[in-house]
């Protein structure tokens, strides 16, 4: 599978046949491989979102779906957020977009086994913190962070993981035995 960062919290997953786009930016003008994404996830519950015009499968609320390879799992309880968990390929990743604090226990629950972790960081020191806390409260294999504007906004992320800085690539290609066993990687990527 590839991964492409679109810029803010815009990330597209590439399966083989099928893809998938989460937080669109602009479907019509930015995202032109989006308007081939089998499914599109917003992760706001608000009206602006709802009226996202897509021939793709468009997942917009709290749910269980199961489309075109792509097992979703769409979470509440995040104010206007929605948080989503992506099963494809025998890998599990979950997208984060506007967290403003620590994950609760009962949340955390539904992050269990997490492969990687598409997290905002946000655009303040304070947002670099609770992305922080939040990646070690989940533990996943594979950190990449988003929602911001600067590469020096990633490296001050990466301060506060403790991690040096990762080289920016252009997509992510990784398979189930490709992800790191011992450690969690970070990875940075340009917008595509």
């Given at each position: 599978?590839?991964?492409?960062?679109?810029?803010?919290?815009?990330?597209?997953?590439?399966?083989?046949?099928?893809?998938?786009?989460?937080?669109?930016?602009?479907?019509?003008?930015?995202?032109?491989?989006?308007?081939?994404?089998?499914?599109?996830?917003?992760?706001?519950?608000?009206?602006?979102?709802?009226?996202?015009?897509?021939?793709?499968?468009?997942?917009?609320?709290?749910?269980?779906?199961?489309?075109?390879?792509?097992?979703?799992?769409?979470?509440?309880?995040?104010?206007?957020?929605?948080?989503?968990?992506?099963?494809?390929?025998?890998?599990?990743?979950?997208?984060?977009?506007?967290?403003?604090?620590?994950?609760?226990?009962?949340?955390?629950?539904?992050?269990?086994?997490?492969?990687?972790?598409?997290?905002?960081?946000?655009?303040?020191?304070?947002?670099?913190?609770?992305?922080?806390?939040?990646?070690?409260?989940?533990?996943?294999?594979?950190?990449?962070?988003?929602?911001?504007?600067?590469?020096?906004?990633?490296?001050v992320f990466f301060?506060?993981?403790?991690a040096s800085d990762?080289?920016?690539?252009?997509?992510l290609n990784i398979?189930?035995?490709?992800?790191?066993?011992?450690?969690?990687?970070?990875?940075?990527?340009?917008?595509?």
């Amino acid at each position: 599978m590839n991964i492409f960062w679109y810029g803010k919290n815009s990330v597209g997953i590439d399966s083989g046949e099928y893809s998938l786009v989460a937080s669109p930016v602009d479907l019509e003008k930015e995202l032109k491989s989006a308007k081939a994404a089998n499914v599109v996830l917003a992760s706001k519950e608000s009206e602006e979102d709802r009226k996202i015009k897509t021939t793709s499968f468009l997942i917009n609320n709290p749910g269980e779906y199961d489309v075109k390879g792509f097992f979703v799992m769409g979470l509440g309880g995040f104010g206007e957020n929605i948080a989503y968990t992506i099963e494809v390929e025998g890998v599990r990743l979950c997208h984060l977009a506007g967290l403003n604090k620590e994950l609760t226990d009962a949340q955390l629950e539904n992050f269990s086994d997490i492969d990687i972790l598409l997290i905002d960081i946000g655009s303040t020191d304070d947002s670099n913190e609770i992305a922080s806390k939040i990646v070690n409260q989940i533990e996943p294999r594979i950190v990449i962070p988003i929602g911001y504007d600067t590469v020096k906004k990633a490296s001050v992320f990466f301060k506060e993981m403790g991690a040096s800085d990762a080289e920016p690539q252009n997509k992510l290609n990784i398979k189930k035995k490709d992800l790191p066993q011992e450690e969690t990687k970070m990875i940075v990527l340009n917008i595509a």
